[in-house]
């Protein structure tokens, strides 16, 4: 399970390398998956944080708290991913 959290919270890093490799070597246009990662990146957040309350709430539901921490990570490491796609 923990290595199903770690691969949600990679998914930023893994997103980073492949609009990298596109870039480089395609040369393409990323600003067009500018949008798509804001979206992406709320979307992540609205999931995880409803989870990470769930879980604080209720102990019937603690199961939720690591589901939500690793969206809501996976969330802030969108940050720095859309910032560099803003600065290419």
Request: aromatic letters at 18%.
């Amino acid at each position: 399970m923990l290595v199903g959290f770690l691969a949600i919270a990679a998914t930023p890093f893994a997103a980073w390398g492949i609009l990298g490799i596109a870039a480089r070597f395609w040369k393409m246009d990323l600003r067009a998956t500018l949008p798509w990662l804001r979206v992406f990146r709320w979307t992540l957040w609205l999931i995880g944080m409803p989870l990470i309350v769930t879980a604080l709430v209720s102990h019937k539901y603690y199961w939720c708290f690591p589901i939500g921490m690793s969206l809501t990570s996976s969330s802030i490491l969108f940050g720095p991913v859309a910032g560099w796609v803003k600065k290419r």
